[in-house]
């Protein structure tokens, strides 16, 4: 669940006369916009869950609005780099950021950041939602979230978990379920998530939240304890969220999705919406999604925006509550 380079099979962006050939009449004709390729400025390096999101779907977005999109990696200071391009940017809609929650979400809490996540910026879409598990070690007597609790209550201090690093996504996801259950963890972050799983394949620690622990669990090498998410993942029927066990009830996720500059017109913004929207239900694009282990978790502007606010409150509570700061 952080934006750790993951393999996988990429395409260059359509050239304009293929993407004009798969346009959607539909679409492609209202309006103006677009008339010339958009630039996708990408706030982290090629390979992570941010990039191949917004890959994924903005290639299916290019076929049908009929212009390429220029992705353009721009990775760095937690996604400052590409933030304050887009910030700085013309409001025609020509430029957009592929983002992540933490951008508008965490890192303002922490650090100061060249840009303002709600007054220079406009949210576009939400397009994907990384899958994320809590993981035990076999050693851990436990099956689910409410023997876990019992377990942790009736061993304080005694269980750690391990997270992709501070502040991290996470580290946050231990810290609310210890708000939440009234437990004591004990937090022990490593440089990255790799390495945070095989401490917990190894007994060093005992948890795990994130992406990684999926095939794991699935291989039967640690014990799936809950999602982490909204809902159920196809592929782990039987694993219920932390929600149906009556915790997670603010749980955020870690999702991705599309920014323009302040000011970007409204059509511009709803009709690139209304097309990641399209996108996002495409049969093809839900399996790339699937493939990359991400789900199709699409939120319009309007919802993206209050989906921010309740996030960012979330976050920040979790941060100051647990005096989480960053060198």
């Known amino acids: 669940m952080t934006d750790k380079p993951i393999k996988l099979g990429r395409r260059t962006v359509l050239g304009g006369a293929a993407a004009a ?19 996708v400025v990408i706030a982290y390096p090629p390979g992570g869950p941010t990039d191949m999101s917004t ?15 220029i992705f353009d ?16 940017a013309p409001n025609d809609g020509y430029t957009v950021l592929g983002m992540t929650v933490a951008m508008v979400c965490i890192t303002p809490h922490l650090q ?31 099956s689910n979230i409410k023997e876990l609790v019992a377990h942790a209550k009736a061993n304080p201090g005694k269980l750690h978990w391990g997270s992709s690093g501070m502040a991290t996504i996470t580290q946050l996801f231990g810290e609310m379920l210890k708000f939440e259950a009234g437990i004591d963890l004990v937090h022990v972050p490593y440089k990255g998530s790799a390495q945070a799983l095989q401490a917990v394949m190894s007994g060093e620690v005992q948890l795990q939240f994130d992406q990684l622990t999926l095939a794991q669990i699935k291989a039967g090498k640690l014990k799936g304890i809950a999602m982490l998410g909204e809902a159920r993942h196809p592929d782990h029927p039987n694993l219920p969220t932390m929600r149906e066990d009556g915790y997670g009830k603010d ?58 606010a309740a996030e960012s409150k979330t976050f920040g509570d979790i941060i100051r509550r647990a005096n989480i700061k960053i060198s």
């Open 251 to 308: 749980m955020a996720d870690s999702w991705y999705g599309i920014l323009a500059p302040t000011g970007t017109p409204k059509p511009i913004v709803d009709k690139l919406a209304k097309a990641i929207g399209e996108a996002v239900k495409d049969p093809a694009v839900v399996a790339k999604l699937h493939n990359a282990g991400l789900q199709s978790t699409y939120l319009n502007s309007e919802e993206m925006r209050e989906r921010i």
């Open 73 to 88: 990696n721009r990775g760095g200071a937690s996604g400052a780099i590409g933030a304050e391009i887009v910030k700085n």
């Open 112 to 142: 100061p950041i060249p840009y303002h996540p709600v007054n220079d910026f406009v949210p576009v879409a939400r397009m994907a939602t990384s899958w994320g598990a809590l993981a035990a070690h076999p050693s851990v007597p436990v």
């Open 55 to 69: 890959r994924i779907v903005l290639d299916r977005v290019q076929s049908m609005l009929g212009q390429p999109f």
């Open 21 to 39: 050939s798969l346009a959607t009449p539909a679409i492609a004709q209202q309006g103006e916009w677009p008339n010339k390729p958009v630039r």
